[in-house]
């Protein structure tokens, strides 16, 4: 029986394939035969199918987000039956008995008729965060902070999005220069494309994908600002540093990580390259990292 690919869930949602006999590589970029350049939390090459007759085998080609089979982590190669379900980056494929001539959507083609990517510096770089940071479902939000750049201040002070310190009162007037401002990019559609051009690359925004509303997240995090050392000292803990959560998170205990996100499904920031946006989610397992790739083929 020969089997087809139809892509049920993701920003190629209704395309379909049938892999050509031998192997078929899967991705974002250069390298894949197909390519699915929507996806950014791809790979370049993520997975590969080896076909051979009627048989399907798929193994994940190092991807940096993996590959899993219903639900299953890839870790080597597996054969394919009919009604299983491919997780890889955003998108999820589903095997299908084979129809004579599977359509081939538009934007899903193979590597030779692919065109070649512009070149592109930062600005477009941080304009493809945009683009992956807008896909995130629920209410969208950013913490940015003044201490890394205190034009923070200017900036929202300009916008029409709704805004506030994480701290309160006299402190808040203190520190106004160099506090940390949690922004609603809900509130303002033009808001995450300013934010986004003004600090991508500068480590100076943490982004916050949640189902609450602004005054409910403010509260949450008011409670993370301070922490306690083990030696009972009470110190300011800049979680909204990029540089600085990701340690955090990947240090936590599930109860730790628990308490932290509270009502919050995912922290977004840049990665140390701003080339890379990563997510930290919390999944059955654990703390769940993505990256997704910002750089095209060409940039420079």
Same mark, same amino acid.
């Given at each position: 029986?020969? #089997?087809?690919?139809?892509?049920?869930?993701?920003?190629?949602?209704?395309?379909?394939?049938?892999?050509?006999?031998?192997?078929?590589?899967?991705?974002?970029?250069? @390298?894949?035969?197909?390519?699915?350049?929507?996806?950014?939390?791809? !790979?370049?090459?993520?997975?590969?199918?080896? &076909?051979?007759?009627?048989?399907?085998?798929?193994?994940?080609?190092?991807?940096?987000? @993996?590959?899993?089979?219903?639900?299953?982590?890839?870790?080597?190669?597996?054969?394919?039956?009919?009604?299983?379900?491919? #997780?890889?980056?955003?998108?999820? #494929?589903?095997?299908?008995?084979?129809?004579?001539?599977?359509?081939?959507?538009?934007? +899903?083609?193979?590597?030779? %008729?692919?065109?070649?990517?512009?070149?592109?510096?930062?600005?477009?770089?941080?304009?493809?965060?945009? *683009?992956? +940071?807008?896909?995130?479902?629920?209410?969208?939000?950013?913490?940015?902070?003044?201490?890394?750049?205190?034009?923070?201040?200017?900036? +929202?002070?300009?916008?029409?999005?709704?805004?506030?310190?994480?701290?309160?009162?006299?402190?808040?007037?203190?520190?106004?220069?160099?506090?940390?401002?949690?922004? !609603?990019?809900?509130?303002?559609?033009?808001? *995450?494309?300013?934010?986004?051009?003004?600090?991508? @690359?500068? @480590? *100076?925004?943490?982004?916050?994908?949640?189902?609450?509303?602004?005054?409910?997240?403010?509260?949450? +995090?008011?409670?993370?600002?301070?922490?306690?050392?083990?030696?009972?000292? %009470?110190?300011?803990? &800049?979680?909204?540093?990029?540089?600085?959560?990701?340690?955090?998170?990947?240090?936590?205990?599930?109860?730790?990580?628990?308490?932290?996100?509270?009502?919050?499904?995912?922290?977004?920031?840049?990665?140390?390259?701003?080339? #890379?946006?990563? !997510?930290? &989610?919390?999944?059955?397992?654990?703390? %769940?990292?993505?990256?997704?790739?910002?750089?095209?083929?060409?940039?420079?």
């Amino acid at each position: 029986m020969s #089997f087809a690919l139809a892509i049920s869930g993701g920003p190629h949602l209704g395309a379909s394939l049938l892999p050509a006999e031998g192997l078929t590589k899967f991705g974002r970029s250069r @390298g894949a035969d197909f390519l699915l350049p929507a996806d950014r939390f791809l !790979s370049p090459v993520h997975f590969s199918i080896q &076909r051979q007759g009627d048989e399907f085998r798929i193994l994940d080609a190092g991807s940096r987000n @993996g590959t899993q089979v219903n639900g299953v982590n890839l870790d080597e190669a597996k054969a394919l039956a009919e009604g299983d379900r491919i #997780f890889a980056g955003r998108s999820i #494929f589903q095997v299908l008995r084979a129809s004579p001539t599977p359509p081939l959507a538009p934007g +899903l083609v193979p590597l030779a %008729k692919q065109p070649a990517a512009h070149a592109a510096d930062l600005a477009a770089i941080a304009k493809r965060a945009c *683009l992956v +940071l807008e896909t995130e479902p629920g209410n969208l939000f950013a913490i940015l902070d003044a201490a890394r750049d205190a034009a923070v201040v200017d900036l +929202l002070e300009a916008s029409r999005a709704q805004w506030r310190s994480l701290y309160e009162g006299e402190r808040a007037a203190e520190l106004r220069v160099v506090a940390p401002y949690l922004v !609603s990019l809900t509130s303002d559609p033009a808001m *995450l494309e300013k934010v986004i051009r003004f600090g991508w @690359g500068r @480590g *100076l925004a943490v982004f916050i994908s949640t189902g609450v509303p602004f005054e409910q997240l403010r509260s949450h +995090l008011r409670q993370l600002l301070i922490a306690t050392t083990p030696a009972g000292e %009470k110190r300011v803990f &800049r979680f909204y540093d990029p540089r600085v959560l990701p340690v955090y998170l990947k240090a936590s205990s599930p109860m730790e990580l628990s308490k932290f996100f509270g009502s919050i499904v995912a922290f977004l920031m840049e990665d140390e390259s701003p080339e #890379f946006l990563v !997510s930290f &989610r919390r999944g059955a397992e654990g703390l %769940k990292r993505e990256v997704a790739e910002l750089k095209e083929d060409g940039d420079t």
